[in-house]
């Protein structure tokens, strides 16, 4: 019953259209009154106490490098080294669109900043250069899901967080995974563009690739500092997360001097507004989740699921389903900050390894970023290349299905994340 006080409650008010921060605060309240122990102070203590917490710091730092690198030149960069690689080959912008997705999830962590950034400037390109419209934006909004797997991820250091688990780890377990979802929409670009016409650009000598890359080698130089700087210890992820964001500050301003002085009101501004939001769910979160423990929920499903504890492998396939239902209805972050809580104690006693479940948890959930009716970053997507969801879903599926295929790939065989991660760490 009190699963179904805090469930009824959530969905709700999330059905009447309030935000999802005020709907956790909201579905909170609602099981104190149940158990008959509702006391304001509680509220306000946790929402303190969600907050107030060193690793979520990572998360401003993370958001302003992001920010200070789409205004500093390094996006631009990025995008004009990959076209040196692979412009000439026909389909040539698609896979540019593919390894600028990778090389972009090594330095801001966000799916929607990545979608924006790329569309931006790759959709026209395509579209000039005889690409379906529709087709090019589904390719650019599949990709731009590659950055909350490859670290540095906003959502793994949220996971953390909630789950209590080393955001280390997290972050090198999510490398192969990663690489893995751009290979799968190389391979399916491949089949698609075989037959294709588009306009190629020229080869590219080795003399103009390796200028094209001393232009970007400040730019890569950043994954390589975070991910080397995590493996040796050298900083925590809340350090590496203020060495990103110093980093991105230098290079836009000494090394591409894209960055004026002038600019850095308005990108601190805009941090501090996206951080507002994480910040704030999170903080309401803390509520829920105290609530939850004290309602015993996590072993009302654990009994619940008591039958598929003994088998990890139906265990994980069901609550994958799951996750994927929810992540069509709830954007990312409230998906962690909600699921998280309920969810690991019942993986724990299956003995599932938690940080291979982590993994699959966000690239699950980065799926339903992907998804109607609320796909975040499908909507971005659309915003940016100026089409229509209806339009864009024309083009998308194929993209769709391929990443779906490696999130059961990655069920089927928890080696392709349990074994690098025991190398990486």
Not at 107 to 113: E, F
Not at 157 to 175: D, E, Q, R
Not at 180 to 202: C, D, K, Q
Not at 263 to 270: A, F, K, P, R
């Amino acid at each position: 019953m009190t699963l179904g006080v805090f469930l009824g409650s959530l969905l709700g008010v999330m059905a009447l259209g309030m935000p999802i921060a005020f709907a956790l605060l909201f579905s909170g309240v609602a099981l104190m009154i149940y158990l008959d122990i509702f006391d304001s102070q509680i509220i306000a203590q946790n929402l303190i106490n969600g907050a107030d917490n060193f690793p979520l710091m990572a998360i401003p730092f993370f958001i302003l490098a992001g920010e200070l690198m789409n205004a500093g030149g390094i996006s631009k960069r990025i995008i004009q080294f990959a076209l040196a690689l692979v412009g000439h080959i026909r389909g040539g912008l698609g896979y540019v669109a593919i390894l600028a997705s990778i090389m972009f999830a090594g330095l801001s962590g966000s799916a929607v900043a990545d979608t924006a950034a790329l569309g931006a400037i790759l959709i026209p390109m395509m579209v000039q250069a005889g690409y379906d419209r529709n087709r090019s934006t589904g390719l650019i909004a599949a990709g731009g899901i590659i950055a909350p797997v490859i670290p540095p991820s906003i959502p793994m250091i949220i996971f953390g967080v909630t789950s209590g688990l080393s955001i280390t780890k997290l972050f090198m377990a999510g490398i192969v995974p990663g690489l893995l979802i751009g290979v799968g929409l190389m391979i399916t670009w491949w089949v698609i563009a075989r037959n294709g016409r588009f306009e190629t650009y020229p080869r590219r000598s080795l003399r103009e690739i390796l200028a094209a890359a001393k232009g970007a080698i400040w730019a890569l130089l950043l994954p390589v500092i975070i991910v080397g700087g995590l493996r040796g210890g050298v900083f925590t992820p809340t350090e590496a997360a203020v060495v990103a964001a110093f980093y991105a500050l230098l290079v836009g301003l000494v090394f591409y001097r894209e960055l004026k002085l002038s600019q850095l009101y308005d990108i601190l501004v805009s941090a501090a507004k996206t951080t507002s939001v994480v910040m704030f769910l999170a903080a309401a979160a803390m509520v829920s989740a105290w609530l939850i423990t004290v309602a015993n929920i996590p072993a009302a499903l654990t009994d619940f699921l008591g039958p598929l504890v003994d088998n990890p492998l139906l265990l994980l396939i069901v609550i994958n389903a799951v996750v994927l239902l929810v992540g069509t209805a709830m954007d990312l972050t409230p998906t962690i900050l909600i699921l998280t809580p309920v969810l690991m104690p019942v993986i724990e006693q299956a003995g599932i390894d938690p940080i291979y479940f982590g993994v699959l948890f966000i690239l699950n959930s980065c799926i339903g970023l992907l998804t109607p009716p609320v796909g975040t970053v499908l909507n971005v997507a659309c915003g940016v290349g100026k089409i229509g969801i209806e339009d864009i879903m024309k083009g998308f599926w194929p993209f769709l299905l391929v990443e779906v295929v490696i999130l059961v790939l990655l069920i089927l065989f928890p080696a392709l994340v349990t074994v690098p991660l025991e190398w990486l760490t």
